[in-house]
């Protein structure tokens, strides 16, 4: 008999990676191809289908594809709908409809940060948790919410946007055209603004203060404080501040069992971490104190994307099958 | 064959109201005895199952009781505990084994705001609702959140107090420890504090410089707003720009269809909710705007408690079933 696999897709600005994937996490067969953000969104899809068919023709009867699960920035859940997505000059798309005028198989939508959190639940460090948050720590803050083991959409598809909470009233102009934005500040392009704001406000040394602006990245910045460079550390220090403050709203809302953090500027780990945590058990509700656990995601930069699209479409194709037999 | 009903069981500080109902919120029969806030919690049980034993003998086989459902501050829906509830000096208590030593049936526990979130569902304004935000306004600010038509009740039972998260950083003092939450601002008693500040800060004429401590509740600011007074006025306007202002947050996370107001200051209607409206559509990312419906609960004061502890068993009874058929 055929191996059930599926198809996850994860497009981003620049690249969009895609893989065929069974569902104990074995990725048969991966692949990147540059997306081209400047085409229309048929000529991504049909440069991705030509691979796919090749794969097909060389495994001959030996797969399945049982469905097919997409991440991207502004998918929406319900619809299947891309509104304008920022870097992609696609306009308005339905990817469901563009993929089954391809191939005919359930297809699901939705963005990168609750693909990430589906894919901590099935293969990742998610896997006994109802309830929890995936926080993405990237040029900006993405989030997925896990409430009774199902994916928060809300009524229109459109939840979790907790990149875009007010954590500091009147703060730093965010690219959605208000102020003080978490992910202003909580984010890899915060923590350089937090960055650039301590080097203009003081003449202290730093490491940081010899490099070019293109230089500033959030990787030299989490160097420098591997240095001991104390303008660094204390970026570090004041992005987990606003970050855990705010934090702990989330916890008064959703009680989570566990936090987890992916993404980039995750990976700076304690530099991170540690002051988030102070601060968020600092501004609990006595009720929720040393209760939530704030986790790394265990899966690798290059796998949780698309691992992540592939647990969309298993757990929705998991939902159907129970909801038929019920 | 006999009418199945529930018995919705809404405790509080001073009274304790109880009920049976059908499951078209048809109350057969509904009385309110003192709490005796005094008294250990078994006392309170006792003299209320010697009234329902009163009603079944009249009733004499017409009614059967399918379960029990118990709406009560700090009553965790997991563990049926009751730890420590403000007002009531009871200690800790597990409420299913007390309310099985009298009748064995199925019970479940709840906080009064989680109760009343799924008593507009059944019974109210959230009828055909499945993603919405149900918000008391009483002396403090309760929260009772719906995702997928379901409550969401955290990994511990603790999910949903949004009374408690930080509204103005280093704010109000509040009872639960800590600075600024939301509750200091938003409710019946931070309205009452918002009039003193703007009293004491100037020498504004105002209809309410007249009162006494005691005489000045939320009624009586209800009032004078009603006659113009401009005080009044400026303090529901701050009152709404602070709530408002988090309900964006609240969007955020959760796009819901609608938040539903219920208690007190919520019949205030638009000296309360114009603002809101407000300072939340001014404060919200730009898909979620002008998409958010703000609504007053519509069922009375005196019924919307126990019909609330009643859909909390209809609802639990509904879902066993579905699990059973399954």
Redesign the interface.
């Known amino acids: 008999m055929a191996e059930k696999v599926v198809l996850g897709i994860d497009i981003g600005g620049t690249n969009t990676a895609f893989g065929l994937i069974g569902q104990k996490s074995d990725i048969l067969f991966q692949e990147s191809i540059p997306t081209e953000s400047k085409k229309p969104a048929d000529d991504l899809f049909r440069r991705l289908f030509s691979k796919i068919k090749e794969v097909r023709e060389i495994k001959n009867g030996e797969l399945q594809i049982a469905g097919v699960g997409i991440g991207v920035p502004n998918g929406n859940y319900y619809s299947g709908m891309v509104e304008n997505p920022p870097n992609l000059s696609w306009g308005d798309v339905n990817l469901i409809d563009l993929v089954q005028q391809e191939i005919n198989l359930p297809v699901v939508v939705t963005n990168d940060a609750n693909a990430a959190a589906l894919g901590e639940m099935y293969y990742g460090i998610a896997k006994n ?3 929890f948050l995936l926080i993405t720590l990237g040029t900006g803050l993405g989030s997925g ?1 896990v ?2 083991g ?1 994916v ?11 990149g ?3 954590a500091v ?1 009147d703060g730093r102009s965010c690219s ?3 102020r003080g934005c978490l992910e202003t500040y909580a984010s890899a392009s915060g923590l350089r603004r937090t960055v650039i704001d301590l080097l203009m406000d003081s003449s202290r040394s730093s490491i940081l203060r010899t490099l070019s602006d293109d230089q500033l990245t959030s990787k030299k910045i989490y160097e420098a404080a591997e240095k001991g460079d104390k303008l660094a550390l204390d970026a570090f220090e004041f992005t987990g501040k606003i970050l855990g ?1 705010k934090l ?3 916890i ?6 566990a936090i987890i953090f992916s993404g980039g500027l995750a990976e700076a780990g304690d530099y991170i971490l540690k002051p988030v945590r102070f601060y968020m058990e600092k ?1 609990l ?4 104190k040393n ?1 939530v656990k704030l986790l790394q995601s265990g899966l690798s930069a290059g796998k949780s994307a698309i691992l992540g699209a592939a647990a969309l479409i298993w757990n929705e194709l998991r939902q159907k099958g ?1 909801d038929e ?2």
Chains 1, 2 share one sequence.
């Open positions: 948790m109802k309830d919410i409430v009774n199902r928060v959409y809300g009524h229109d598809g459109y939840a979790g946007e907790m875009h909470m007010t009233r959605c055209g208000r403050r702990a709203d989330s008064a809302y959703l009680s989570p069992e501004n509700l006595t009720i929720y209760k129970e037999e019920s």
